[in-house]
């Protein structure tokens, strides 16, 4: 059985910092990995993913801001995420794919629940 989990998501103010974990389960034949967010009223978009290979893409606004990283003795996906800023409040998910594509996963098969991150000004 595959299932993905968030944990780590909260509220904060801007310019903190947050570390978001997705303990993976069950996924044996993904090459990607990735967290993705949606905020209310908009679409879900990619914001950093990594290749089991290590290799790791990021989208413009969090670069810099956002690492991800895996551990895949613990079967886990993280995403610390620093300097937050109001606009980075949303669900956020995580994600089994494929193909490493520019701060996303193509071919995504799997997704986590989501775990909220709020950020005030």
């Known amino acids: 059985q595959v299932l993905l989990v968030e944990s780590g998501g909260g509220s904060v103010q801007a310019g903190g910092s947050l570390r978001l974990s997705c303990a993976v389960f069950?996924?044996?034949?993904?090459?990607?990995l990735g967290w993705y967010r949606q905020a209310l009223g908009k679409e879900r978009e990619g914001v950093a993913a990594i290749h089991s290979d290590g290799t790791t893409t990021y989208i413009d606004s969090v670069k810099g801001r956002f690492t991800i990283s895996q551990d895949p003795a613990n079967n886990t996906l993280s995403l610390q995420i620093n300097s937050l800023r109001p606009e980075d409040t949303a669900m956020y998910y995580c994600?089994?794919?494929?193909?490493?594509?520019?701060?996303?996963?193509?071919?995504?098969?799997?997704w986590g629940r989501g775990t909220q991150v709020t950020v005030s000004s």
């Open positions: 069950g996924v044996t034949s993904s090459n990607c």
């Open positions: 994600a089994a794919g494929q193909e490493l594509w520019h701060g996303s996963c193509g071919g995504v098969a799997y």
